[in-house]
């Protein structure tokens, strides 16, 4: 299989001077025009000192000219580490310290900083903007490209660190290639199609998933700095694919003028985090169209999805990608019957090879058969169907018993006036931890008891929740996902307080 960049170069060699990005005011490149900047990049970063294996670091903003900085460090046989732009100087200097990266990539009113901190750490980093990287390019040597094996390591993405340090998966060639292909022919994606692409490129979802897909089909990607509610309306007229997180579909949703007679896409895709099954039902009424929600992760690309033909099951994540196989394992370390929950444990070509060093942690991350225990909590009917009910850092153990927090949510989202909920546990006195309800809905709409009343006719008592809070807003991150670590942290002395 080799280095990606060559399943990536097939294709644009075939395509030629098609159109591959359009970047609006930014200008149109062609699949030509990308790999003459591909190379040209990767000469910039031999001339930096890169070679392959070495770590390159990326904080920037997004834009095309870090496509091309990916491609670059694909093609030179280096390993691509993008972090979140978001991240602060502390963060930023645990993960230079940690991957030890030969050079670091950042935005110009960065680089006295994280010259300082990569000091401090005692790596001996090259700290440059995109501009100095451009500016290279335009004068370095061309260069042949890097031979790399299938099992090579192409990117290390940090875990999100939800319970203690991150951790840096590994993922190879052999795991994004397989895993793009496979998407690519799942979901139809072909030269004809033209992808919305609104994403950030730091993260599994816009990096590997939307743009893996488009080069590798020699599709025309519309590329957008960020999801900005006109620019992306404007963006979807005569495209066929969309992908967001749920966030981006329900402010699509608020648009009263949404969608546009000339709006008409093949494929609405959604991922990162959970979609609410009232957002799938309002947006088939509104256009006709089900939104395919799949279900992935870091360490694994993606692992299940719903049909591009077929029906969509709103609150479910389909059925595994063929080459993944899947198994669900009770708490008792049994199988989990049909129908019961348990950890998601899977294996396959997509999933990744261990965390960067970190061996005590990659061995207690797989089972001695080679499966990954991904520590999602799930379900599978009797046609092999998943549905997430949660992770199982985020179980709840209330007098003994395991509480998972997403029947929960799924009941009180239910409810008239509730826009969003989420269950935590949190330390009680007398049970271990107690059931909270964290509920984001309009002002003044709701009582604690309006809310806890109708649960329990629905649930068993240990289920109920003891409190609930109203909040204006869940805490989220940049793809979407609520912070329930943050709520945690936020409300851990709440029934301390009721105890005094």
């Known amino acids: 299989m080799g280095n990606l960049f060559d399943d990536i170069e097939r294709v644009a060699l075939a395509r030629g001077d098609a159109d591959a990005f359009d ?28 070679q392959p294996g070495d770590r390159v670091t990326v904080q920037i903003e997004k834009c095309v ?10 093609r030179a046989g280096a390993i691509y580490m993008p972090l979140n732009s978001g991240y602060t100087d502390a963060e930023i200097e645990y993960f230079v310290g940690d991957a030890e990266p030969r050079l670091v990539v950042v935005e110009p009113n ?21 501009a100095d990287v451009v500016g290279r390019a335009g004068d370095a040597p061309s260069v042949a490209r890097a031979a790399r094996a299938d099992s090579d390591v192409a990117a290390i993405l940090y875990t999100s660190g939800t319970t203690g340090r991150s951790k840096g998966a590994m993922i190879s060639h052999r795991n994004l290639a397989s895993n793009a292909k496979t998407l690519v022919r799942i979901w139809g994606f072909s030269s ?26 020699g ?7 960020k999801f ?8 979807l007229v005569g495209a066929t694919v969309f992908m967001g997180v749920p966030t981006h579909y329900t402010r699509l949703l608020a648009e009263r003028a949404f969608p546009q007679p000339r709006i008409a896409l093949r494929l609405w895709i959604s991922g990162s985090a959970p979609l609410l099954p009232e957002t799938f039902a309002e947006f088939e009424r509104r256009t006709g169209a089900s939104i395919l929600e799949r279900y992935g992760m870091t360490e694994a690309g993606m692992i299940a999805s719903n049909p591009l033909d077929g029906p969509r099951v709103a609150g479910t994540v389909g059925t595994p990608l063929p080459g993944v196989s899947v198994r669900v394992r009770a708490d008792d370390g049994s199988l989990a019957p049909t129908g019961s929950p348990g950890v998601l444990e899977i294996r396959g070509d997509s999933v990744f090879g261990g965390y960067w060093r970190n061996a005590e942690k990659t061995r207690a991350s797989f089972t001695n058969d080679g499966y990954f225990v991904t520590g999602d909590v799930v379900t ?17 153990i209330s007098g003994g018993l395991n509480v998972y927090p997403k029947e929960i949510e799924e009941q009180i989202d239910a409810l008239g006036g509730v826009h969003e909920s989420a269950v935590i546990g949190v330390p009680h006195p007398d049970f271990g931890e107690g059931v909270v ?9 709701l009582t604690e008891a309006d809310v806890i009343a109708p649960l329990r006719a629905r649930l068993a008592s240990f289920k109920v929740p003891k409190r609930v809070v109203f909040v204006d807003a869940l805490p989220r991150n940049a793809m979407g996902k609520v912070q329930k670590n943050l709520l945690r942290d936020t409300y851990r002395t709440l029934f301390e307080a009721t105890s005094r």
């Open 380 to 396: 599978r009917d009797s046609n092999g169907v998943i549905s997430i009910v949660g992770r199982q850092n985020d179980m709840i």
């Open 65 to 74: 000219e870090g496509v091309w900085l990916y491609l670059a460090t694909l």
């Open 219 to 225: 599709a025309r990607t519309r590329f957008l700095a």
């Open 23 to 50: 970047c609006g005011a930014a200008g149109t490149y062609t699949f030509a025009d990308l790999l003459e900047r591909a190379a040209a990049y990767d000469g910039a970063l031999r001339s930096l000192g890169v």
């Open 192 to 217: 004809g199609d033209v992808l919305v692409h609104a994403l950030p490129i730091y993260h599994v979802h816009g990096l590997f998933v939307a743009l893996h897909c488009a080069l590798l089909a």
């Open 228 to 235: 900005e509610i006109a620019q992306v309306t404007a963006a």
């Open 110 to 130: 960065r680089v006295e900083a994280v010259r300082i901190l990569s000091n401090r750490t005692g790596v001996a980093a090259s700290v440059v903007t995109l």
């Open 437 to 445: 309800a964290i509920v984001d809905c309009a002002k003044g709409a």
